[in-house]
């Protein structure tokens, strides 16, 4: 299941791959620890390796990595939105069946989340340093059980993206747009603490997210 995301279990990250890096202020990382609150259990469903290419009608989150992978049901997920900056919303999570994390930015205004331009590829960010909506960030463990992680490297090139595939509006709930975001991502990822290679992760999600009806 997906709960709040726990920074006080993430290894110390080098410089060069901190969590917040240097657009990430203190205050910014105090205010994610204040508002980690529990989520709806989003299951484990399929321990295989999903298929990258793609990407199912139920509300998911899959990743595979060269070593192991894995797709989890979020049919039950309620994630919250958080203020980026104006513009901007961003939401996050963490597996606890998996032990991912996931950071996933959109618009703030309703009405700009079904605009056709939105349906491109757009930058990989570092864990949680997302500046723009539709950027896509995680970090996951190295092996399935694994204390070690991976964590995103920025970038945006055939094999670093996520790609909005479709964005649908599903209702409202009180001042809230309910919109489902269906992505499809490739990733360049680094072990923390580790001069390993980066390695390529894929994977695909279908998300329910709350936006500001404007």
Request: with cysteine.
């Amino acid at each position: 299941m997906f709960s709040a995301v726990n920074f006080a279990q993430t290894p110390a990250l080098s410089n060069r791959y901190a969590l917040m890096n240097r657009s990430c202020t203190l205050s910014r990382f105090c205010a994610l620890l204040l508002l980690c609150l529990p989520f709806t259990a989003c299951d484990l469903i399929n321990p295989a390796a999903p298929d990258p290419l793609k990407i199912d009608e139920d509300l998911h989150l899959s990743f595979k990595t060269p070593d192991w992978g894995t797709k989890m049901d979020c049919t039950q997920l309620d994630l919250p939105s958080y203020g980026l900056n104006t513009q901007t919303y961003y939401t996050f999570g963490t597996s606890v069946s998996s032990n991912n994390t996931f950071f996933l930015s959109f618009p703030k205004d309703s009405s700009a989340m079904v605009l056709p331009a939105n349906l491109k590829k757009y930058p990989v960010q570092e864990l949680g340093n997302h500046t723009l909506p539709f950027q896509f960030s995680m970090k996951v463990p190295v092996l399935e059980g694994s204390r070690a992680s991976l964590i995103s490297k920025e970038g945006l090139s055939t094999d670093s993206y996520n790609e909005v595939v479709a964005v649908k509006y599903v209702g409202r709930s009180g001042p809230d747009a309910l919109f489902q975001i269906k992505g499809r991502y490739k990733m360049q990822m680094v072990e923390v603490n580790a001069p390993n290679a980066p390695k390529l992760v894929s994977g695909t999600y279908h998300l329910k997210v709350k936006t500001t009806r404007l």
